[in-house]
């Protein structure tokens, strides 16, 4: 089931009929009112999660929009807004409708932008950051609640992004599964992601990127493994590769099997959207109810993408 249909069948969500596939409710809105804006276009991609988006521009966005995009982001989880012309500080008004701005605690931001990662994979670097399932910045107390990512440069193929619908995952699973996960917590830690032997192997040397060696490598946080999402009141699996190392109180072998399950069952090609990059496109996804991974499938040519992460709050 597609995010949207059980989120608005849960009366969570301002039930707007017509607005993922808005033709009809769109055109009726623009030959009722010719003289407001044209309503924004959002097409599903996918049959689990993830929407395009047409007909709008971040550089001069109305309420009326933006409360749209919000309605699309919630129903679809991750969306790509395309055909977008944004300085970085237009990419941070946007981003900061939706709550306050991180600096990330590892990887550095742009000069007069802290808030602002350049994901930048040159045509000869060996990898592309954010490979590997994960939900941005698990390894903090307060997990990014969503990450919005401006597209510059992209590869002529390959390079995409997967997103895979975190709601699913758990509801997929038997009720005897459900049952134990709600009662556990998970350790979360950027040590195997970013310790400094891990990065540089994986990043330094290897990619333009540059990375901050803080305190925040080695720390860990407990979060559980099942959240209920504040805004949908959905439950979600909030498990990942990249960050969770192990259950809370137990060694990381004992949780190895229970984890690598869950890893695999987490990122099932059927709760599964690709998203294409274009030049100009404007992804944005909900970190606690999705998790996502780079492709590292673009050798020879160069990617750059600008990503900005919102705060969320402590999972419970
Ligand atoms: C990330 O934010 O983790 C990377 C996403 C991407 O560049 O595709």
Redesign the pocket.
Known sequence: MALGCEAESLGVLPHKPDSANSVGEKGMAARSQPMTRPAIDVQPIAGAMGAEIHGVDLASLDDASFAEIVDAFHRFGAIVLRNQKISHDQHKTFARRFGALEVHPIVDGLAGHPEIIK?HKAAGDAA???VGW?S?NSFTERPSLC?V?YGVTVPPFG?D?LFANQYLAYETLSAGMRRMLDGLSAVHSAKYAYTAPTTVDKYEGKTTMSYRHTEAVQSEVVHPVVRTHPDTGRRALYVNPMFTVRFADMTEAESRPLLDFLFRHASREDFQCRIRWQEGSVTMWDNRCVQ?T?LDDCQGFERV?Y?VTVEGDRPQ
């Open positions: 994901m592309t950051f954010g994960h941005d990450s990512v390079g992004t996502h780079a993408h990503r």
